[in-house]
C-alpha cells in the first residue's frame, strides 16, 4: 500500500515562505507524476504544480515564478518551496502522485494560512 504524507504548512504573513513537504511510503511501486494541489474554502480543487519523472515541472499561472515543485527520489519526498506568500494562497494543499497500476492516491493535506 502507497501513502502520501504532508507537512509544513501552517500560519505566515503575506511576503513570507513556507516549505510543504510530502513523504510517500510503501514498497514495491514506482511513480509517473507527482504534484501539488490546493482548495480554499467554498472553492474547487486546483492543480497548483506538477513533476514528472522528477525534472518536467509545470505551475498554475498563479504561482508561476513564486513557488517551486521539486522531488527528492532517494528520499522518497515532494517539496513545495512557497516564496511570496499572498493571502489569495490561503488554502488546503494536498499532494497527489500517480502510481503506475495503481493510479492516483492523495494525502490527507494540510493548512496554509497567509495572513497579517
Known amino acids: 500500500q502507497v501513502q502520501l504524507v504532508e507537512s509544513g504548512g501552517g500560519l505566515v504573513q503575506p511576503g513570507g515562505s513556507l516549505r510543504l513537504s510530502c513523504g510517500v511510503s510503501?514498497?514495491?511501486?514506482?511513480?509517473?507524476?507527482m504534484g501539488w494541489y490546493r482548495q480554499a474554502p467554498g472553492k474547487q480543487r486546483e492543480l497548483v504544480a506538477t513533476?514528472?519523472?522528477?525534472?518536467?515541472?509545470s505551475y498554475s499561472a498563479s504561482v508561476k515564478g513564486r513557488f517551486t515543485i521539486s522531488r527528492d527520489n532517494a528520499k522518497n519526498t515532494m517539496y513545495l518551496q512557497m516564496n511570496s506568500l499572498k493571502p489569495e494562497d490561503t488554502a488546503v494543499y494536498y499532494c497527489?502522485?500517480?502510481?503506475?497500476?495503481?493510479?492516483?492516491?492523495w494525502g490527507q493535506g494540510t493548512q496554509v494560512t497567509v495572513s497579517s
Open positions: 497527489n502522485a500517480n502510481v503506475l497500476r495503481i493510479g492516483p492516491i
Open positions: 510503501g514498497s514495491n511501486f514506482s511513480i509517473n507524476s
Open positions: 513533476i514528472i519523472r522528477g525534472d518536467i515541472t
